[in-house]
């Protein structure tokens, strides 16, 4: 039926080269990406789920990158969609994340990670941001590697960090009129910053960070 419908120019190609074309082409694109990280001055975060086959014990895990790149456009990139053999605990997951990190390039730019509540990520995350701080890779000591409802708190922390950043923020706060966001609901935020960039400095790269948080 195939050979009824195809140009007959097509020159067909076995399941095996297929798959090998396919491969090539990925091993490419994540150098691009690769390249891309290395090169980002900012931070990002992450997301990351685990489920288990119905009929199988194995258990199969996704970990995906939130972040802001220099034109102001937010991205979404695939990092790990694999297998997990058990046990399925904190300790073999947090190893399956940072490896995936140190083979991206990230372990040293991460700033939260999203989670859901199944019981193992807790010891996960301690396990994580034990190994991730030891590099000296996590903003306030990982306190607010895991998001939670301490955002607006990790954005006080991150102000007060900097002294340069003070400055901008009083000027942000003594420029820019408090919004109702019921008023201004279709606001394009990310213009907005893209917009100010320059005139807001730091502050506008911490916003940049925060907003790559992916909120659930």
């Excluded at 980002?40 to 194995?58: E, F, M, P």
């Excluded at 904190?90 to 372990?107: N, P, R, S, T, V």
């Excluded at 193992?120 to 301690?126: E, H, I, K, R, V």
Aim: one cysteine or more.
């Amino acid at each position: 039926a195939r050979d009824k419908f195809l140009n007959p120019d097509c020159k067909p190609i076995c399941r095996q080269t297929a798959a090998l074309d396919v491969f090539k082409r990925f091993e490419i694109e994540k150098a691009k990406l690769i390249d891309v990280f290395a090169k980002h001055n900012g931070r990002v975060c992450l997301t990351a789920d685990l489920w288990s086959s119905r009929s199988t014990v194995t258990g199969y895990i996704c970990v995906t990158s939130h972040y802001i790149d220099e034109s102001w456009r937010l991205n979404n990139k695939l990092l790990a969609f694999c297998d997990l053999k058990p046990p399925h605990n904190g300790e073999e997951i947090a190893k399956k994340i940072y490896d995936c990190l140190k083979e991206w390039g990230l372990e040293k730019k991460i700033l939260t990670i999203t989670l859901d509540n199944a019981s193992a990520n807790t010891s996960m995350q301690t396990i994580l941001k034990h190994r991730l701080q030891s590099g000296n890779g996590l903003l306030c000591g990982g306190k607010f590697l895991h998001v939670n409802d301490d955002l607006f708190e990790l954005e006080s922390s991150l102000i007060s960090a900097s002294k340069s950043t003070k400055s901008t923020l009083e000027i942000y706060l003594d420029d820019e009129p408090r919004l109702e966001m019921k008023t201004f609901s279709d606001m394009e935020i990310l213009s907005f910053w893209k917009e100010n960039q320059h005139r807001y400095g730091d502050l506008a790269s911490m916003a940049s960070d925060l907003l790559s948080i992916p909120i659930t």
